[in-house]
């Protein structure tokens, strides 16, 4: 019993001796840690007679329609262009399958140039892409104007 109690003492006073006099470490700052694969949406704008990526700043990872509507609310002060027609409505409906992305978009064909068809393709896949999924998923538009699901589905062309 009595070198139970000389080692507790022991221990006791060791354990104090080791705390005087040392300094608290207090905090350590560093930077920020990343959140996530990137702060932003990924959209494909046109310069000139191709298309540029451009990373929308919204401080968090889109989805495919989170894309898709902010592609068409315009291409804003980036000073790039686009080829897709003015939208007054900008939800789009999203259907994923292992290979195939369906966009059901507010748009007629005629409102959107052969330029903006691979704008938004482009910009489907880079947000499917950025979320973890294949670069080589196929894209499905659907138009106000057409009653076929079936259409072609395609893949960006960059």
Not at 4 to 13: I, P, Q
Not at 67 to 76: I, K, N
Not at 142 to 149: G, H
């Amino acid at each position: 019993m009595r070198s139970v109690r000389s080692a507790l003492t022991a221990l006791t006073t060791l354990a104090a001796l080791a705390a005087c006099g040392a300094p608290d470490p207090g905090v350590e700052e560093g930077a920020k840690a990343p959140t996530g694969l990137a702060g932003g949406t990924p959209l494909y704008l046109v310069d000139g007679d191709r298309l540029t990526l451009q990373v929308r700043e919204t401080g968090r990872l889109g989805t495919v329609s989170d894309a898709v509507s902010l592609l068409l609310t315009g291409p804003g002060t980036s000073g790039l262009e686009t080829a897709i027609g003015p939208a007054p409505v900008t939800r789009t409906e999203v259907t994923v399958t292992s290979d195939v992305i369906t966009l059901r978009l507010p748009l007629a064909t005629s409102e959107v140039d052969p330029l903006g068809v691979d704008q938004i393709v482009c910009t489907a896949v880079a947000a499917h892409t950025q979320a973890g999924g294949s670069p080589e998923t196929r894209v499905r538009l659907l138009f106000t104007d057409v009653a076929s699901e079936d259409g072609p589905a395609r893949l960006c062309p960059l």
